[in-house]
């Protein structure tokens, strides 16, 4: 809707004056095509404007801010060749106004980089930085080139100028380019680099779930599991959305410094604050490690009946069919395998903004391009009644 609005005011802004020239030129009523078209542009009829405004600039071909328009609208529209066109030849001009030729290289811009030409949109986007009328918007799509190019450092350097221009705050996005740069570093072997970045991404963002678990990760295959247990702990106490991804981790971290007690008494303890499927079933399966199958089927079967999932139900009906009788029934059999379906086969994670599902976690929405609003679904079934 906001790039509806800014195809909209240039134009609202000329119409007034292009219709009394019109007018005066011709002693004849302001046309009605000019209202029409905006007309069409707010009820999102992108097609039926552009016609109108076509019929325009075929009339007069000196309406410059309508051509700017038709050529937002084509690109749009996907006809990204007639953009190009049509904003290219308007800058070929020697007539257009500092106002003019500033938005006509904008859209360019913006024609570039939807047609995926980043090092000429990112030309055009750096010269307007002299702009301060297009300033903020060209930072915006100089990081989102620096993002799609895994620019990072580039991308980073560019956050306090963005958020300065537009107001936005920029620390959530900063931690995870940060994570970017952490990644790179473990890529090439770099393990001091890439705690150095991970470090600095929870200095900008304390609740970064993403730096907590890469930290964990890195510390693990070192052969540091205190070190990943603190790591996976922030986690727990700041980011619990991502229990789901730490929780398999944990146990290892927990089994390798021989302190079985303190996780059965941690995962008690997030039994009672969340109760989430993934958390129940490791408390099943820890119970049935250390204390056997009649505590951890008395556990198992009273958080199942008060707060199902699909995970705690899989792991009772897995734990039911170990001390059944040599053959266990079908019905149960069947249930597990459902059980199995339901988690191997269903989505695992929802975006916050958009609802984009999917079984991968994307630390950057495929569907939007947040940052950070891809989620874990949490697994709660619903109680009857």
């Known amino acids: 809707m906001l790039?509806?609005?800014?195809?909209?005011?240039?134009?609202?802004?000329?119409?007034?004056?292009?219709?009394?020239?019109?007018?005066?030129?011709?002693?004849?009523?302001?046309?009605?095509?000019?209202?029409?078209?905006?007309?069409?542009?707010?009820?999102?009829?992108?097609?039926?404007?552009?016609?109108?405004?076509?019929?325009?600039?075929?009339?007069?071909?000196?309406?410059?801010?309508?051509?700017?328009?038709?050529?937002?609208?084509?690109?749009?529209?996907?006809?990204?060749?007639?953009?190009?066109?049509?904003?290219?030849?308007l800058l070929r001009r020697a007539q257009l106004s500092a106002g003019q030729r500033g938005r006509a290289r904008l859209e360019l811009g913006e024609d570039y980089l939807r047609a995926g030409l980043f090092d000429r949109a990112e030309q055009l986007f750096t010269e307007l930085l002299e702009l301060p009328d297009y300033r903020s918007r060209a930072l915006v799509r100089l990081l989102s080139i620096y993002e799609q190019e895994r620019e990072w450092q580039r991308a980073l350097d560019a956050c306090d100028e963005v958020e300065r221009a537009t107001g936005t705050p920029m620390r959530i996005v900063a931690a995870h380019y940060c994570c970017e740069l952490a990644e790179e570093s473990v890529r090439s072997s770099n393990r001091d680099?890439?705690?150095?970045?991970?470090?600095?991404?929870?200095?900008y963002d304390e609740r970064c779930a993403r730096a907590a678990?890469?930290?964990?990760?890195?510390?693990?295959?070192?052969?540091?599991?205190?070190?990943?247990?603190?790591?996976?702990?922030?986690?727990?106490?700041?980011?619990?959305?991502?229990l789901s991804e730490v929780v398999e981790p944990l146990k290892t971290c927990y089994a390798a410094l021989h302190r079985h007690a303190d996780w059965i008494a941690l995962l008690r303890g997030l039994v009672n604050q969340c109760h989430v499927g993934c958390v129940a079933g490791a408390l099943g399966q820890a119970l049935r490690e250390q204390e056997g199958p009649t505590a951890a089927l008395a556990f198992l079967e009273a958080e199942v009946a008060q707060h199902p999932s699909v995970e705690g139900l899989r792991q009772l009906i897995e734990l039911k069919l170990a001390v059944a009788a040599p053959v266990p029934p079908a019905d149960i059999e069947l249930l597990l395998r459902i059980g199995r379906e339901l988690t191997?086969?269903?989505?695992?994670?929802?975006?916050?903004?958009?609802g984009f599902v999917g079984r991968t976690l994307h630390w950057s929405c495929p569907g939007c391009k947040r940052w950070n609003t891809v989620k874990p679904i949490p697994d709660r079934l619903r109680r009857p009644g």
């Open 3 to 89: 790039e509806l609005l800014w195809l909209l005011l240039p134009v609202a802004a000329a119409s007034g004056w292009w219709a009394a020239a019109r007018s005066l030129e011709r002693r004849e009523t302001p046309p009605n095509d000019v209202f029409r078209g905006l007309n069409y542009l707010l009820d999102e009829k992108p097609d039926r404007a552009i016609e109108v405004f076509g019929r325009m600039v075929e009339a007069d071909p000196d309406a410059v801010d309508i051509q700017l328009t038709l050529g937002s609208l084509f690109r749009r529209r996907g006809e990204v060749d007639r953009a190009l066109h049509i904003h290219s030849e």
């Open 193 to 203: 680099a890439a705690r150095g970045w991970l470090d600095r991404a929870l200095g």
């Open 213 to 242: 678990i890469l930290r964990g990760r890195l510390e693990l295959a070192d052969g540091e599991p205190a070190r990943a247990l603190d790591a996976y702990t922030r986690v727990v106490a700041r980011a619990p959305e991502f």
């Open 344 to 354: 191997d086969r269903g989505p695992r994670y929802r975006c916050d903004n958009c």
